[in-house]
C-alpha cells in the first residue's frame, strides 16, 4: 500500500468512526448539564458572625444526566454532586460526594411509568425556599430513597404514586442527600454530642417501606393524601426493628402569579426508646409520635419570586427531649438572572421561644441548646446552570 492509499484508508476510517461519535456527543449533550452554586451565611446575635461578618462557603458542583431517547421507552436520571453544600455531610473518610438520584426508568404503557434505583419519595410537597430546607417537614418533603416506583397519571383529573422503599440510600449508608435538617430517621451520635462526625446516621434507619400518593385536581387546586408505613432498624443490631407510618393531607394551588401549598402530617415512630436499650444517649430515641402542619406562598413578579415558608411540629410528650410544639418560618426571594437564581432568605427558628424546642441536630444536647431562644439566619446563595 503506498502513501497515498494509506493516507486515505487512514481517513477513511477516522471519518467512519467520526460520524456515530459526533452522534453519541450530540446525544450527550442534550442530556447533560452541569450546575454549581455557593452559600453565605450571618447568624443574628452570634458572636462569631458578627466579629466575621458571616461566611461564604459551602460550594457544590453538580452533574445533572437526563437521558430520553425518542426510540425506546426506556430512560435514565442522575444527579451527582460534588462539594461541602450538597445539603448534607458524607459517610466515610471525608467523602464529599454522592448521588442524590440515580435511576432507569421505563415507560410501561401511556399512563404508567415505573422507575428504579435513587429516586423521589412520593409524599406530599416540597417547601418553595432553597437552603433553609424542610425544617419542621423534615423527613416528610424532599426526600430520595432507594427502591421501585410507580406512577399513573391519567387523562382525567387522578393521578397516582406508589413506591417501595428497600434502604435510604445505598447499601446501609444514610447519607442521602436530601434535606436532613432534623435528622428524621436516624442520628449521628458524634455530630449530637458536639463532634463533627462522618455523617452516618449511626442509630436507626429506615428500610422497607411502603409510600402511596394519590391527587385530585379541581381548577387550579391539587388534592392529596400521601402515606407510607414500613421499618425503622437498629444500625448496631440488625434484629431490632421498630415500625414507622405517616399520613399526610395536603394542598398544592397555582393562582396565576400566585401558588399557595397547605399540609397536616401525621407521623409515627414507635415507643422512642424501643430502639435505644441500654444507650444513655437521649438522641438515640427515635422522633416519636407528633403531628405537622405546614403552609408556603409564593408570588411571582417578573424575574423576581418572593415566599414564605411556615411549618410547626407537634411531638408528643413521650421523649425525653425536643418536646415543646414547635413553629419555623422562612422568609425568602430569589431573582432568575438568567443563568440561574440568587436566593435572598431569612430563616426564624423556635419563633415562639419555646424551652425544649425541635432542634437542629448541632443542639440535640441539652447542655448546648439555645433554651428559650428565637433566632434568626441570613442565607444569601447564588447558582448557576449551564
Not at 34 to 59: H, K, Q, V
Request: hydrophobic share 30%.
Amino acid at each position: 500500500m503506498n502513501k497515498t492509499t494509506k493516507s486515505l484508508a487512514i481517513s477513511g476510517a477516522a471519518l467512519t468512526l467520526a460520524a456515530p461519535m459526533s452522534s453519541a456527543l450530540a446525544a450527550l449533550g442534550d442530556s447533560v448539564s452541569l450546575g454549581a452554586w455557593a452559600n453565605y451565611t450571618y447568624l443574628n446575635d452570634n458572636d462569631a458572625s458578627e466579629d466575621t461578618l458571616g461566611e461564604i462557603d459551602y460550594p457544590s458542583f453538580n452533574i445533572y444526566v437526563n437521558h430520553r431517547p425518542e426510540d425506546t421507552p426506556w430512560f435514565f436520571d442522575a444527579e451527582l454532586r460534588i462539594g461541602s453544600g450538597s445539603f448534607q455531610s458524607f459517610s466515610g473518610d471525608d467523602r464529599e460526594w454522592g448521588f442524590k438520584e440515580l435511576a432507569v426508568g421505563r415507560e410501561l404503557s401511556e399512563q404508567w411509568t415505573m422507575t428504579l434505583g435513587k429516586t423521589k419519595v412520593p409524599f406530599g410537597w416540597k417547601t418553595f425556599n432553597f437552603w433553609p430546607g424542610a425544617r419542621m417537614l423534615s423527613g416528610y418533603e424532599d426526600q430520595m430513597n432507594v427502591g421501585i416506583r410507580f406512577d399513573s397519571d391519567a387523562a382525567g383529573p387522578w393521578d397516582a404514586s406508589y413506591m417501595l422503599i428497600k434502604s435510604q440510600n445505598w447499601g446501609d449508608d444514610t447519607t442521602s442527600l436530601d434535606d436532613g435538617t432534623f435528622q428524621n430517621w436516624g442520628f449521628n451520635q458524634s455530630t449530637s454530642l458536639g463532634g463533627r462526625g462522618d455523617g452516618r446516621n449511626n442509630t436507626y434507619r429506615k428500610i422497607n417501606t411502603a409510600v402511596g400518593d394519590w391527587g385530585y385536581s379541581a381548577g387550579n387546586t391539587r388534592y392529596g393524601l400521601s402515606a407510607q408505613v414500613g421499618q425503622l432498624v437498629d444500625q448496631q443490631e440488625t434484629s431490632e426493628t421498630e415500625t414507622h407510618y405517616a399520613a399526610a393531607l395536603y394542598t398544592e394551588g397555582d393562582y396565576g402569579s400566585f401558588d399557595l401549598n397547605t399540609e397536616v402530617v401525621y407521623y409515627d415512630q414507635g415507643d422512642p426508646s424501643d430502639l435505644a436499650d441500654g444507650v444513655s444517649n437521649a438522641s438515640y430515641q427515635t422522633r416519636g409520635q407528633g403531628q405537622i402542619a405546614a403552609v408556603s406562598g409564593g408570588y411571582q413578579a417578573g424575574d423576581w419570586y418572593s415566599y414564605v415558608d411556615w411549618n410547626m411540629r407537634f411531638p408528643d410528650s413521650d421523649r425525653s427531649f425536643s418536646t415543646d410544639d414547635t413553629m419555623d418560618t422562612v422568609l425568602g426571594t430569589r431573582y432568575n438572572y438568567g443563568p440561574g437564581w440568587i436566593y435572598t432568605e431569612v430563616l426564624i427558628s423556635n419563633v415562639t421561644d419555646e424551652s425544649d424546642p425541635v432542634v437542629d441536630p448541632a443542639y440535640v444536647d441539652p447542655s448546648a441548646q439555645p433554651t428559650g431562644e428565637t433566632t434568626e439566619t441570613l442565607y444569601v446563595t447564588m447558582d448557576y446552570y449551564f
